[in-house]
């Protein structure tokens, strides 16, 4: 299953469905579900309010849109995000998939709400050989398993 759904708290602003472009694009353009103001020099998490079921297989990657870059001085901060399949309904976000942003420009940069900061695209990863991970679970959201 790979779909992506709206989390139970942010429905009643009414979150977009992510798209694709064309029929040739990789990315599912993710969207800001509100207004986000950041200034210069600040990170700031840009909430979606949606999740995504992802087969256990695959990560979704979020990738930069490079006209955020040119038009706004906004850079991913932590180059690509990886969302994990086991993030979805974690017990405490309920997977909700957040864009990290950087302001680099020297004045305050507004991000709209429905505005496009980011695309997610579904990439299938490898395991080693000699893997031995097996059934370790998430407990909960960023950060969560190094603790
Ligand atoms: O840009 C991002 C990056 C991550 N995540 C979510 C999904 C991912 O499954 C979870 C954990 O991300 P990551 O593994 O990069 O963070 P970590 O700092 O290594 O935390 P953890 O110990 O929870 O893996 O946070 C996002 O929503 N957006």
New binding site residues.
Partial sequence: MRKFEVIEKYKHLNPQIPKRATDSSAGYDLAAVEDVTIQPNEIKMIPTGLKVQIPKTEAMF?FARSSIAIKKGLL?S?GV????S??YNNESNE??????LLNIRDHEVTIEKGERVAQGIFLTYQKTDDDETGNVA?L????????
């Fill in positions: 979020i991913l932590n995000g990886v969302v994990d086991d993030y997977g909700h998939i957040m864009v990290s998430r909960g959201g960023f950060g969560s398993s190094g603790k």
